[in-house]
């Protein structure tokens, strides 16, 4: 995935990021399901905007989890 090309790449060419705040290239509203989502529904939000995670929020906007692309799989196999 992306964070082993990600690794990969920074420890081949030993580049040095920016030192400047999360802040600035942060996704200011990102999308999100809530804990009572079914799995199919956010395999299908996952799907459609092309996304390996999710954050998952609580009914009072309190993040709680993240469910990854392994996790749908997981379900599907069985696991």
């Known amino acids: 995935g992306l964070r082993n090309v990600m690794k990969l790449w920074y420890e081949v060419s030993k580049i040095e990021l920016p030192g400047l705040p999360v802040r600035e290239i942060m996704v200011r509203e990102p999308v999100t399901v809530f804990k009572k989502t079914s799995v199919s529904e956010a395999a299908r939000i996952m799907r459609k905007n092309d996304f390996g995670q999710l954050p998952v929020r609580d009914s009072k906007d309190n ?17």
């Open 63 to 79: 993040l709680l989890a993240m469910i990854y692309d392994f996790d749908v799989i997981s379900v599907l196999l069985g696991g």
